[in-house]
Nanobody, 126 residues
């Protein structure tokens, strides 16, 4: 069983930055593809970014390109999401997710991930 725990969320002004972390435990997630998703009140969960198990391949939603960076440290069993130039519309509950399967073509679909964290709240004030 894999447990994922997010941290790093908080309240920040527009234009600010946050770095989210997702720590894996129970089993190593170093061989898992990992993704970040977010869900705002009244909206569906949406894809933000994904990274292959090696870190050699990354994918971003259009809304995240140029502002967010996903990375991982497999020695620490941790995945990160660096978020810069934050906007009020980035306000949401951010989740990390993982799967041992390849996500080359399916990285944006929540149903393709087997394990989820409990989420960390990001609030961006205008």
């Amino acid at each position: 069983q894999v447990q994922l725990v997010e941290s790093g969320g908080g309240l920040v002004q527009a234009g600010g930055s946050l770095r989210l972390s997702c720590a894996g435990s129970g089993r190593t997630v170093s061989v898992y593809a990992m993704g970040w998703f977010r869900q705002a009140p009244g909206k569906e969960r949406e894809f933000v970014a994904a990274i292959s198990w090696s870190g050699g391949s990354t994918h971003y939603a259009d809304s995240a390109k140029g502002r967010f960076t996903i990375s991982r440290d497999n020695a620490k069993n941790t995945v990160y999401l660096q978020m810069n130039s934050l906007k009020p519309e980035d306000t949401a509950l951010y989740y990390c997710a993982g799967t041992p399967r390849s996500i080359i073509l399916t990285y944006a679909f929540p149903t393709q991930y087997d394990y989820w964290g409990q989420g960390t709240q990001v609030t961006v004030s205008s």
